[in-house]
């Protein structure tokens, strides 16, 4: 008799779930798509987000200058390993 009671227990449970989540999964779909919008939208309409401006055909625009590494000696190629061939 308990086994049968639990077995209609978790058979009810089961279709309350899936009822539930056919009344939300549309309403939390929706949710995560404004959501993602937003997100688009805020990074999109950011005042750091530059175009490119116009250039004539031939011409380099370089956004950011690359950084001066003051650091780097003349002979910065790394480490020479030997080796032998094997026959």
């Known amino acids: 008799m308990g086994f049968l009671r639990t077995i209609i227990i978790i058979i009810i449970v089961y279709y309350v779930f899936k009822f539930i ?3 939300l999964a549309p309403i939390m ?4 798509m404004e959501k993602a919008t937003e997100n688009f939208e ?3 309409n950011n ?3 530059k175009e490119r401006p116009q250039t004539k055909e031939g ?6 200058k690359p950084k001066e590494n ?3 000696s003349k002979n910065d190629e790394g480490e020479f390993v030997d080796f032998e061939e094997v026959d």
Request: hydrophobic fraction near 30%.
């Open 70 to 72: 003051l650091s780097r």
């Open 47 to 49: 005042p750091y987000y």
């Open 42 to 44: 805020k990074h999109f």
């Open 29 to 32: 779909a929706k949710k995560m």
């Open 59 to 64: 011409e380099t625009y370089i956004e950011k």
């Open 21 to 23: 989540m056919r009344l």
